[in-house]
């Protein structure tokens, strides 16, 4: 029988660790080849961010031709403040999306967050930096709450938020009490947080520092791959090539800003939280066993990760979200009313998340979406808002574009499935 | 021969009303495959639950390397060595084979997950069971069934075991990758380890196990060296009497040939 043979032998019949193995297409190495190989991704289904970015060019360009203003530094400066609060209600969308449930209570929480903010800034004379911090932690305990009853009593998702979406717009009613509007100080921190641009030679310096920080990350990682001798390793063409796609929006976006009033502080914390974010799921254990939760549950319990405290902090972290957005809201508009984020931003939030590519089928997506796709809906806003159409006309189009990235998702899938790429 | 790695004596267990296991031995030696065999309901999967800490034996001992010990829970089992691959295969498919490999023993460097080290392992891990596959970096879901067997099998050996139980590895899986999974049990045992194979298939029997421990109805129902036992005494231990159908088969076979002499 052959396993009688001795285990020595085995060892030095094996060659040495060789790789790559023959049957793996490597065609890396060239201009071409990348081309190549990011063809024949396409093709597989995995589409990543490529879709998203055509219709972002694409709105921006017939808005555009229908009016001249829209690419203007002005409003494009308006429209990364205005994205910045439902984008930051979808970067917690996406983790609990990821997970393969839902969270509708986001649009409440945040108007909680925002009522709470401004009753403990302005009827309670909290500092305002302390009525934000209760603000988020309030919203930080929601989640925990819908978290633990979803994952530990084992409601649906579906159902734990659904009473959250009625129970947190009942407290924003009542904390806001009969006078239904709260205006807060147009000087304070809360203000600060939309009212704040950065002089030009700081936004050029963030910017510079985020490109640079990312070229020498990448670089010394794929250094390190190749010196560990795995095939996987990038070459520093590819890598030079991901730094200026990553850099031409960058600074493009830095210049434009600075020509108006500079890099919105708002939109910055957006971005901020959607790099951190990125970072945590793609880098960290938490991160994997979040995707492996969203991809098999049973599995992952096997693997020894504990499911329920991931999903409880998932729906933690996305209600803190949430709340973050409430009180940008809040700072937005200088006051905290009856409909601050009671109306669209939830149905925006969730299908920002679809839109910039985050599947609702669990386990597949990532950060990116929510800036991606806080940015398509905003394009779409701010351009009906130039052309001075209603809201008919927006919704119908976001109900468009919304179905579009689901029959893209859904044929992606497809795609995967019989390119065997999962 | 050594002490044996693992030594069950007198194992019972009892669901309410019924008695699933009463009064069982079993031995597993390092460098040894053991196939567990036995009718549907005979006891096999109760008694892996039993080894693997799933459910704990309600009587009997346990003895890991001569020493005594309690099995309670599962991390008591894979606290000793003991890894189990169940059925269903516990694998994420929107995970690579890298993240599969490490999922909840991520290595970590500086706080961050450590790819490089974790792919290198994972390839190095790999290469010495000879396993052949072209990148580690595609979602399992892209992954044949026999490669995800062996994937995770190859995830339970990263704990360093020293018994590797294996339910079923091969059912529904195609000739050849019946064949690299079987190649595989056979690098374990080179490897030094004790291997439980619990299988229907007599040929994957016959072909890599050095000894069949039968099962009926919750006993033990013998002990055969496999390559010196004929294949019809282990089917009658399995199936209980000399009277039952494949027996009696064999019987009116042998008279027919016989007579036909």
Same mark, same amino acid.
């Not at chain 1, 305002?128 to 988020?136: D, P």
């Not at chain 1, 009490?177 to 100080?185: A, L, P, V």
């Not at chain 1, 601050?340 to 931003?345: F, L, P, R």
């Not at chain 2, 421990?213 to 009658?236: H, K, M, S, W």
């Given at each position: 029988?052959?396993?009688?043979?001795?285990?020595? %032998?085995?060892?030095?019949?094996?060659?040495?660790?060789?790789?790559?193995?023959?049957?793996?297409?490597?065609?890396?190495?060239?201009?071409?080849?990348?081309?190549?190989?990011?063809?024949?991704?396409?093709?597989?289904?995995?589409?990543?961010?490529?879709?998203? @970015?055509?219709?972002?060019?694409?709105?921006?360009?017939?808005?555009?031709?229908?009016?001249?203003?829209?690419?203007?530094?002005?409003?494009?400066?308006?429209?990364?403040?205005?994205?910045?609060?439902?984008?930051?209600?979808?970067?917690?969308?996406?983790?609990?999306?990821?997970?393969?449930?839902?969270?509708?209570?986001?649009?409440?929480?945040?108007?909680?967050?925002?009522?709470?903010?401004?009753?403990?800034?302005?009827?309670?004379?909290?500092?305002?930096?302390?009525?934000?911090?209760?603000?988020?932690?309030?919203?930080?305990?929601?989640?925990?709450?819908?978290?633990?009853?979803?994952?530990?009593?084992?409601?649906?998702?579906?159902?734990?938020?659904?009473?959250?979406?009625?129970?947190?717009?009942?407290?924003?009613?009542?904390?806001?009490?009969?006078?239904?509007?709260?205006?807060?100080?147009?000087?304070?921190?809360?203000?600060?947080?939309?009212?704040?641009?950065?002089?030009?030679? +700081?936004?050029?310096?963030?910017?510079?520092?985020?490109?640079?920080?990312?070229?020498?990350?990448?670089?010394?990682?794929?250094?390190?791959?190749?010196?560990?001798?795995?095939?996987?390793?990038?070459?520093?063409?590819?890598?030079?090539?991901?730094?200026?796609?990553?850099?031409?929006?960058?600074?493009?976006?830095?210049?434009?800003?600075?020509?108006?009033?500079?890099?919105?502080?708002?939109?910055?914390?957006?971005?901020?939280?959607?790099?951190?974010?990125?970072? +945590?799921?793609?880098?960290?254990?938490?991160?994997? +066993?979040?995707?492996?939760?969203?991809?098999?549950?049973?599995?992952?319990?096997?693997?020894?990760?504990?499911?329920?405290?991931?999903?409880?902090?998932?729906?933690?972290?996305?209600? +803190?979200?949430?709340?973050?957005?409430?009180?940008?809201?809040?700072?937005?508009?200088?006051?905290?009313?009856?409909?601050?984020?009671?109306?669209?931003?939830?149905?925006?939030?969730?299908?920002?998340?679809? @839109?910039?590519?985050?599947?609702?089928?669990?386990?597949?997506?990532?950060?990116?979406?929510?800036?991606?796709?806080?940015?398509?809906?905003?394009?779409?806003?701010?351009?009906?808002?130039?052309?001075?159409?209603?809201?008919?006309?927006?919704?119908?189009?976001?109900?468009?574009?919304?179905?579009?990235?689901?029959?893209?998702?859904?044929?992606?899938?497809?795609?995967?499935?019989?390119? %065997?790429?999962? | 021969?050594?002490?044996?790695?693992?030594?069950?004596?007198?194992?019972?267990?009892?669901?309410?009303?019924?008695?699933?296991?009463?009064?069982?031995?079993?031995?597993?030696?390092?460098?040894?495959?053991?196939?567990?065999?036995?009718?549907?309901?005979?006891?096999?999967?109760?008694?892996?639950?039993?080894?693997?800490?799933?459910?704990?034996?309600?009587? &009997?001992?346990?003895?890991?390397?001569?020493?005594?010990?309690?099995?309670?829970?599962?991390?008591?089992?894979?606290?000793?060595?003991?890894?189990?691959?169940?059925?269903?295969?516990?694998?994420?498919?929107?995970?690579?084979?890298?993240?599969?490999?490490?999922? &909840?023993?991520?290595?970590?460097?500086?706080?961050?997950?450590?790819?490089?080290?974790?792919?290198?392992?994972?390839?190095?891990?790999?290469?010495?069971?000879? /396993?052949?596959?072209?990148?580690?970096?595609?979602?399992?879901?892209?992954?044949?069934? &026999?490669?995800?067997?062996?994937?995770?099998?190859?995830?339970?050996?990263?704990?360093?075991?020293?018994?590797?139980?294996?339910?079923?590895?091969?059912?529904?899986?195609?000739?050849?990758?019946?064949?690299?999974?079987?190649?595989?049990?056979?690098?374990?045992?080179?490897?030094?380890?004790? /291997? /439980?194979?619990?299988?229907?298939?007599?040929?994957?029997?016959?072909?890599?196990?050095?000894?069949?421990?039968?099962?009926?109805? &919750?006993?033990?129902?013998?002990?055969?060296?496999?390559?010196?036992?004929?294949?019809?005494?282990?089917?009658?231990?399995?199936?209980?009497?000399?009277?039952?159908?494949?027996?009696?088969?064999?019987?009116?076979?042998?008279?027919?040939?016989?007579?036909?002499?």
């Amino acid at each position: 029988m052959a396993a009688q043979q001795a285990p020595a %032998a085995g060892e030095e019949q094996r060659p040495a660790p060789a790789r790559p193995d023959p049957r793996l297409i490597v065609t890396r190495t060239t201009p071409a080849g990348l081309a190549q190989a990011g063809l024949r991704r396409l093709r597989g289904g995995e589409l990543g961010p490529v879709p998203v @970015i055509v219709a972002l060019i694409l709105i921006c360009a017939v808005f555009q031709t229908m009016h001249e203003r829209f690419l203007s530094p002005q409003n494009l400066s308006n429209l990364t403040v205005q994205v910045a609060a439902v984008g930051l209600m979808t970067t917690g969308v996406i983790m609990v999306l990821l997970l393969g449930e839902i969270d509708l209570s986001i649009g409440s929480v945040a108007g909680a967050s925002a009522a709470i903010t401004a009753v403990l800034a302005v009827r309670y004379g909290l500092p305002e930096w302390a009525a934000i911090a209760a603000a988020v932690g309030a919203g930080l305990a929601i989640g925990l709450v819908h978290g633990t009853i979803f994952a530990k009593v084992g409601v649906p998702a579906f159902v734990v938020t659904l009473a959250g979406l009625l129970g947190w717009q009942g407290l924003q009613l009542q904390l806001l009490g009969d006078d239904g509007t709260i205006n807060i100080s147009d000087s304070g921190a809360i203000a600060a947080l939309t009212q704040t641009y950065f002089v030009p030679w +700081m936004g050029w310096l963030i910017g510079g520092g985020a490109v640079l920080l990312y070229a020498v990350l990448t670089f010394t990682g794929e250094r390190r791959r190749a010196a560990a001798g795995l095939a996987t390793a990038r070459p520093p063409a590819e890598v030079a090539l991901r730094t200026l796609l990553l850099a031409v929006p960058v600074f493009g976006g830095v210049a434009v800003l600075n020509q108006f009033k500079g890099v919105p502080l708002a939109f910055l914390i957006f971005v901020g939280f959607v790099v951190a974010f990125d970072l +945590m799921l793609r880098k960290t254990r938490y991160g994997r +066993m979040v995707f492996a939760v969203g991809g098999g549950a049973e599995a992952a319990r096997r693997a020894g990760i504990n499911v329920d405290l991931i999903r409880i902090s998932v729906f933690g972290l996305a209600s +803190m979200l949430a709340a973050i957005g409430g009180v940008v809201l809040v700072s937005r508009s200088f006051s905290a009313s009856l409909d601050t984020a009671a109306g669209e931003e939830l149905m925006m939030a969730i299908a920002a998340a679809v @839109i910039g590519g985050t599947s609702l089928f669990g386990g597949r997506g990532n950060a990116y979406s929510a800036l991606l796709g806080g940015l398509v809906l905003g394009a779409i806003t701010s351009g009906l808002y130039l052309l001075q159409m209603g809201t008919p006309v927006r919704y119908m189009i976001t109900a468009v574009v919304l179905l579009i990235a689901v029959v893209l998702d859904a044929f992606s899938r497809r795609s995967r499935r019989t390119h %065997a790429r999962g | 021969m050594s002490t044996p790695v693992l030594e069950l004596s007198g194992i019972s267990k009892r669901f309410g009303a019924v008695q699933a296991l009463s009064d069982v031995d079993l031995t597993i030696a390092a460098g040894e495959v053991v196939a567990l065999l036995g009718d549907n309901g005979a006891g096999k999967s109760t008694l892996v639950k039993v080894i693997a800490g799933a459910h704990p034996a309600d009587g &009997g001992t346990i003895r890991w390397e001569g020493r005594e010990v309690t099995v309670s829970r599962p991390a008591d089992a894979q606290r000793l060595g003991i890894a189990t691959i169940y059925q269903d295969l516990a694998l994420c498919d929107n995970l690579d084979i890298v993240g599969n490999l490490f999922l &909840g023993v991520e290595k970590t460097r500086l706080g961050a997950l450590d790819e490089v080290e974790m792919e290198r392992t994972a390839a190095e891990l790999l290469d010495s069971l000879s /396993v052949k596959i072209p990148s580690l970096r595609v979602p399992v879901a892209s992954l044949s069934g &026999g490669q995800r067997q062996i994937i995770a099998i190859a995830r339970s050996l990263l704990g360093e075991p020293k018994v590797v139980m294996l339910d079923e590895p091969t059912a529904a899986l195609g000739v050849a990758q019946t064949a690299q999974v079987l190649d595989l049990i056979e690098r374990l045992r080179d490897r030094g380890l004790g /291997v /439980v194979l619990i299988s229907h298939n007599m040929a994957d029997v016959r072909a890599v196990a050095d000894r069949a421990a039968v099962l009926r109805l &919750g006993r033990n129902a013998g002990d055969f060296p496999v390559q010196d036992t004929p294949y019809e005494e282990i089917v009658a231990a399995i199936t209980g009497a000399a009277d039952n159908p494949v027996a009696r088969r064999q019987q009116r076979a042998a008279t027919a040939r016989t007579g036909a002499e």
